[in-house]
C-alpha cells in the first residue's frame, strides 16, 4: 500500500517562500503526483501536478508563476516551492498520487488514488 507523508507546512508572511515535501513509501514505482489545497469551508483544490518523469508539469491559474512543482525520483519525494505567498494561499496542502504508468500529468482530484495526510500553510498579511 503506497504511504504518502507531507512535510515542511507552516506559519509565513505573506510575500514569504515555503517548501513544501512529500515522501511516498509502500512502493518502488514512479507514480504521478499532484498537490492539492483546502481551506475551511470550501472544496479540495487542484494546485500543481507532474509526471512520473518530471518532463510534465501543470498549475492552477492561481499558482502559476510563483509555485514549482519538482520530484527526486531517487528519493521516491515530490516538492512544492511555494514563492510569493498570499494569505489566500492558507490552507491544507495534500499531495497525492496515481496509479498509472502514463506519461503526463492529471488535474482532478477523482484521478488519484493515494492521498497523504495533509500539512497546514498560513500566511499571514
Known amino acids: 500500500q503506497v504511504q504518502l507523508v507531507e512535510s515542511g507546512g507552516g506559519l509565513v508572511q505573506a510575500g514569504g517562500s515555503l517548501r513544501l515535501s512529500c515522501a511516498a513509501s509502500?512502493?518502488?514505482?514512479?507514480?504521478?503526483m499532484g498537490w492539492f489545497r483546502q481551506a475551511p469551508g470550501k472544496e479540495r483544490d487542484f494546485v500543481a501536478a507532474?509526471?512520473?518523469?518530471?518532463?510534465?508539469?501543470g498549475y492552477a491559474d492561481s499558482v502559476k508563476g510563483r509555485f514549482t512543482i519538482s520530484r527526486d525520483n531517487a528519493k521516491n519525494t515530490v516538492y512544492l516551492q511555494m514563492n510569493s505567498l498570499k494569505p489566500e494561499d492558507t490552507a491544507v496542502y495534500y499531495c497525492?498520487?496515481?496509479?498509472?504508468?502514463?506519461?503526463?500529468?492529471?488535474?482532478?482530484?477523482?484521478?488519484?488514488?493515494?492521498w497523504g495526510q495533509g500539512t497546514q500553510v498560513t500566511v499571514s498579511s
Open positions: 497525492a498520487a496515481k496509479n498509472s504508468y502514463i506519461s503526463g500529468w492529471y488535474r482532478s482530484s477523482y484521478e488519484y488514488n493515494y
Open positions: 507532474i509526471g512520473r518523469t518530471g518532463s510534465y508539469t
Open positions: 509502500g512502493t518502488s514505482s514512479i507514480l504521478p
